[in-house]
């Protein structure tokens, strides 16, 4: 049976594919109304979407094995898609620009719609997820991958610029320095959050398989990830790289983002089945 | 091209960033490699993936077993080298940044070089001027400190310093987790220990044996289940016996651990098998007459009418959407019908079993569960989470916090006062100007210039 709260995610999905829409309207008829409505469709799917999660929490200690809803990739789907958009409003009022909505929110659309087609039942939590691990590992590894995911739009709307020179003039678009230095304070927060959350998930492994680190292929490709980071920060500091050179490396660091999210369990065999 | 000594030649090779850049790189793609190439299986099936040939220069190369060969820790190793070589060579450059500056020899010049700058004019005496902008800028930039200099007077704030060593700390902890690895690997142990309800051991089976220093006894094992079936927990109840004696008792589940003497014990497997004979009823359906028997487990018994045999198979605490205990029964009579069925306790299956021409019901029944136990001592543990928490720490050292110094100057001139008011933040210099102009606008509105440079690229 579909739970209720499902129903009210689905009716989340298309208030963000309506604000999705309304940031492209903004790029494309260049009207200032724009912005501001399809940054309150967001708020709006953004503050339903939080009720929604909550409702779901709610109702599976209503049946009776309560478990925070991370634990299957319908419920961190979901939740990945409210990490997005939730950074995302963060981020438009710090810089306050409308323009990188078009590159960005589509992404919480669309995590929202490949829950869409993922098995939805409350399922009682795995023995082996039973742990106060499981919240701090699940939302430190998301927020870094939402922030990966912003840096990785912000990285294609400024490579958009760069191949088009004149529309980095147009005063409704952001300018590339500004541009460049949200990417870069976008790859050092989830730069931060991924340690956190590597670290969160080899102490639980550590309680709950008696190892802190197996070179599991979900492990390992979370690994490559920060190093790739880790690559674009040492670069840019003690090199100096900015502009083109990171933002590319930033679209490559989300490649690896979501070939740790989906890949690995599409295509790799290891210990985190659960995300199936 | 001037040719530095070879020491100091190697000092450069292993401070450089383009090494570790490189070194990031190769082991990105190496641990990528690892995944793609499946890692531990045995060799034959290698053999027949990629040809003899192939087989024996990956072998060679140790693709098989990747995160455990020479050349990936040689890697590693170089990577912290490289990492303690820098840190170390950078180190100078920044304590002498931190260093607190005395102010004495600072000229107005100095103020107006600073990267960030802002500058007001104030009427006024200059001990009124100084005493507001001190109280003013006091409230956003930390306690000042008074100096006196031959031409005015001089604020000085400087907070922050620790931060720059925020980086220092991130790759120290990346260090205590190498060499908390390294320590596991040479010492501590990693096995198994199989118990029987009942049962006490203190021989963990591993690469090597292993002798432990006290005896772990399992008083029970239980598996508990959700509504639906599924199960919902594992848990063995451990007693610890030294010299005999019971010392302590505790249960281990999954995600719940037990820990003697450093030795941690972890839930991994179970086994539950049928002790001694089971008793059964047999309801032959085509004519509702019921047989009662006691037959030995796992071996064939001719069906009570002789038409047929029957052999009793394993328990299950549980059939998923069936409830439970059970246990399977597999049928073949004479007539050529063959299957399975369960065996539940008190009760012939339900709707399920109606085509078969025989089931059955448990009526006695005796099992014990053997508890499989991943037993593991690891020293370098406690070093890795130590490393764990420098990290965090770092991180919070370097990017929540900023080196923040500011020189106010303040110069008297004809029908007031003049404020030269210059800094630098090694983080976050657009807020730090930003807030160097919201001061100034503060004690008297109008009046600041300020330069936007930015002199910090993170």
């Known amino acids: 049976m579909t739970p209720a709260s499902s129903q009210l995610l689905g009716v989340v999905t298309f208030i963000y594919l309506f604000a999705a829409l309304a940031y492209v309207a903004f790029h494309v008829f260049q009207r200032r109304f724009f912005g501001p409505a399809a940054a309150a469709l967001t708020l709006a799917a953004l503050v339903l979407h939080t009720g929604a999660i909550l409702w779901r929490w709610l109702a599976s200690y209503q049946l009776g094995y309560g478990h925070a809803p991370f634990s299957n990739l319908y419920e961190s789907l979901i939740f990945f898609s409210w990490t997005v958009a939730l950074l995302y409003l963060i981020i438009e009022r710090r810089a306050r620009t409308y323009a990188a909505g078009a590159f960005i929110v589509p992404l919480a659309f669309l995590g929202m719609v490949y829950a869409g087609l993922q098995p939805k039942e409350i399922q009682p939590l795995l023995p082996a997820l039973k742990s106060n691990w499981l919240i701090a590992h699940v939302i430190t590894c998301f927020l870094g991958y939402a922030s990966f995911a912003l840096s990785a739009g912000l990285a294609a709307m400024f490579l958009l610029l760069h191949l088009r020179p004149k529309a980095g003039r147009a005063g409704w678009l952001p300018q590339p320095a500004v541009l460049d230095r949200l990417i870069h304070q976008t790859i050092v927060f989830g730069f931060i959050l991924l340690a956190a959350g590597i670290v969160t998930g080899s102490v639980w492994a550590q309680t709950a398989w008696g190892r802190y680190w197996s070179w599991d292929p979900k492990e390992t490709w979370s690994l490559v990830t920060w190093l790739v980071y880790a690559v674009v920060l040492h670069a840019r500091m003690v090199k100096g790289w900015s502009g083109t050179r990171v933002a590319v490396l930033s679209l490559v660091g989300f490649g690896c983002v979501l070939f740790t999210y989906f890949g690995v369990n599409l295509l790799l065999s290891g210990l985190h089945v659960y995300g199936r | ?458």
Not at chain 2, 50 to 58: E, H, T
Not at chain 2, 96 to 113: C, H, I, Q, T
Not at chain 2, 236 to 242: H, I, M
Not at chain 2, 407 to 426: C, N, R, W
Request: charged share 20%.
């Open chain 2, 1 to 458: 091209m001037t040719h530095a000594p070879a020491a100091a030649r190697l000092v450069g090779f292993f401070s450089s960033v383009k090494l570790t850049l490189v070194l990031l790189a190769a082991l990105a793609v190496a641990s990528i490699l690892g995944t793609i190439m499946p890692q531990d299986l045995p060799a034959e099936t290698y053999v027949l993936r990629y040809g003899p040939g192939l087989y024996s220069f990956f072998y060679y190369l140790n693709l098989f077993d990747l995160y455990h060969a020479a050349w990936f820790n040689a890697l590693l190793g170089l990577l912290m080298l490289n990492l303690l070589v820098c840190s170390t060579k950078r180190l100078p450059a920044t304590l002498k940044l931190a260093r607190p500056v005395s102010g004495e020899n600072v000229r107005p010049d100095f103020l107006k070089k600073q990267p960030l700058f802002g500058q007001a004019f104030l009427p006024g005496p200059l001990e009124t001027v100084s005493n507001r902008a001190r109280e003013v800028f006091g409230r956003r930039f930390g306690r000042l400190r008074r100096v006196e200099v031959g031409w005015g007077v001089l604020f000085l704030a400087d907070r922050g310093a620790f931060s720059r060593f925020g980086v220092y700390v991130i790759h120290a902890s990346l260090l205590f987790i190498m060499a908390g690895a390294v320590i596991g690997n040479l010492s501590g142990f990693e096995g198994r220990l199989d118990l029987a309800e009942g049962e006490a051991g203190d021989v963990v089976m591993g690469a090597e044996q292993t002798r432990l220093a006290f005896e772990v006894r399992l008083d029970r094992f239980q598996v508990s289940y959700y509504p639906n079936g599924a199960p919902s927990e594992y848990r063995s109840d451990l007693a610890v016996l030294e010299n005999g004696r019971e010392v302590s008792h505790g249960s281990v589940r999954v995600n719940h651990p037990l820990t003697h003497r450093g030795v941690t014990f972890y839930q991994q497997t179970y086994q539950t098998e049928i002790q001694g004979g089971v008793g059964l009823r047999v309801l032959r359906r085509s004519d509702g007459q019921r047989f009662d028997l006691e037959v030995q487990p796992y071996r064939p018994q001719p069906l009570p009418d002789g038409t047929g045999q029957f052999v009793v198979r394993e328990f299950a605490h549980e059939v998923e959407g069936a409830g439970g205990p059970a246990v399977r029964v597999l049928v073949r009579t004479d007539q050529g019908a063959e299957y399975g069925t369960w065996a539940f306790e008190n009760r012939f299956p339900g709707p399920s079993g109606e085509r078969q021409p025989y089931v059955f019901e448990l009526t006695k029944y005796r099992v014990t569960s053997t508890s499989g136990l991943m037993v593991r001592q690891d020293p370098g543990v406690a070093v890795i989470f130590a490393g764990f928490g420098l990290l965090l720490a770092g991180f919070i050292l370097t990017y929540l916090f900023s080196h923040q110094k500011l020189y106010l100057g303040l110069i008297e001139q004809e029908g007031g006062v003049l404020v030269l008011a210059g800094g630098s933040a090694h983080r976050g210099p657009a807020s730090f100007q930003a807030r160097l102009e919201a001061v100034l606008r503060r004690l008297e509105p109008g009046i600041p210039t300020g330069k936007e440079t930015l002199d910090d690229p993170c």
